[in-house]
């Protein structure tokens, strides 16, 4: 175990939230709950983009002399580099450079990157993967190295960043060698999610999607694009029944599918690793500005 000093620390952590689906936000909320109970910090925050309380607002209750904003996202991009950072108060609108560590009064503000970037978000998805095998074995559970996974993206021409983050998590995963072969595969750019079939050698097939919360894409986009009835997703959605069955036959291909990674227990683990990595580079003298 790490020795932490952030008693006179604040976490604060930022989702996205969504006004069309409750369960978007409860990632923030079970990390953060997680990250209270071990009593490492002095405050532990939640915020969000779309819900309440608000990111522009969230620091009004912070009384720690440090804090610590750790965005739950995927990749840097849009909401990481320029939605954030504005509503905190880091930055101007449209200004992407600023101090990631800046002084406000006897407050001392610490950005750090978002979780879905870090290196030990591949222990996250290698949990996931192995994880729905495990728990849906039928007709027997397939073994890694006769399997091939998929880390599912959205991907988006706007951001390359986007697709970077995946891509570098597959790069990782298949050096490790524990998979007969690891691709990325994206709502929104090629190759595509319905591509898996073409792609994959191997009869089993594991496909995590890379996203915090469990919403449209997750649910009900994707198993539509790996081939099951959109009447059938949306029966199975409206009932509360999971939208994939575990494991499905299609196109010759036995596919396992993930819940996304957001409620992984091994995120809270990955956040903590932001803040600590922040207080590390304060430590080496890294630039602060007073504001």
């Known amino acids: 175990m790490k020795n932490d000093h952030f008693s006179d620390a604040a976490l604060v952590l930022v989702g996205h939230g969504s006004?069309?689906?409750?369960?978007?936000?409860?990632?923030?909320y079970q990390h953060a709950d997680e990250l209270r109970s071990r009593g490492l910090f002095a405050q532990v925050l939640e915020?969000?983009?779309?819900?309440e309380p608000s990111i522009a607002g969230v620091l009004r209750g912070v009384f720690a002399p440090r804090v610590f904003v750790v965005p739950l996202?995927?990749?840097?991009?849009?909401?990481?580099?320029?939605?954030?950072?504005?509503?905190?108060?880091?930055c101007a609108k449209g200004e992407k450079l600023f101090p990631r560590v800046q002084c406000r009064g006897a407050q001392t503000l610490h950005y750090c990157?978002?979780?879905?970037?870090?290196?030990?978000m591949t222990g996250v998805l290698l949990a996931r993967a192995r994880e729905v095998v495990e728990k849906h074995p039928f007709p027997r559970a397939a073994k890694s190295t006769d399997t091939t996974l998929f880390i599912a993206g959205h991907g988006t021409g706007n951001n390359e960043n986007s697709r970077k983050a995946i891509e570098r998590q597959v790069d990782r995963i298949r050096a490790l060698n524990r998979y007969a072969a690891v691709h990325p595969v994206f709502l929104e750019e090629d190759p595509r999610i319905a591509d898996c079939y073409t792609l994959a050698r191997t009869k089993n097939i594991?496909?995590?999607?890379?996203?915090?919360?469990?919403?449209l894409h997750s649910q009900e986009e994707i198993p539509v694009m790996l081939g099951e009835s959109e009447r059938v997703v949306q029966e199975r959605y409206q009932s509360g029944q999971p939208t994939w069955r575990n494991p499905t036959e299609k196109r010759g291909k036995r596919v396992w599918y993930s819940a996304s990674i957001g409620n992984e227990p091994g995120l809270a683990e990955v956040?903590?690793?932001?803040?600590?990595?922040a207080a590390q580079t304060a430590d080496r003298g890294g630039v602060m500005v007073e504001t």
């Open 19 to 28: 006004t069309l689906n409750a369960e978007s936000s409860a990632p923030t």
């Open 47 to 51: 915020c969000f983009w779309k819900l």
């Open 73 to 90: 996202f995927i990749s840097d991009g849009y909401f990481t580099e320029e939605v954030i950072p504005r509503e905190l108060g880091l």
């Open 113 to 120: 990157g978002p979780v879905g970037t870090h290196d030990s």
């Open 206 to 215: 594991v496909i995590v999607p890379f996203f915090i919360s469990d919403g």
């Open 271 to 277: 956040i903590l690793e932001r803040a600590r990595e």
